[in-house]
């Protein structure tokens, strides 16, 4: 194997590394804040009326 074909692999596994993790952490943020929301409706009658009106679209978000 060349070490042009080992850097090549290399950067395709950054890049690859990189969309996943990106991908990872949208998914987090949206499970964190779902939670928070399902927690404070639980706590307080009046959250029931938190929605999330901009249309957020979970898998619009990811970068493929």
Known sequence: MSIETLDTYKSMLKDTFQS?????EIHVMLLVIERALWV???KYEEASLITF????????????
Do not use: F, N, W
């Open 20 to 24: 996943v993790s990106q991908a990872i």
């Open 40 to 42: 404070t409706k639980h």
């Open 53 to 64: 009106s901009e249309g957020v679209d979970p898998a619009a978000m990811l970068p493929y």
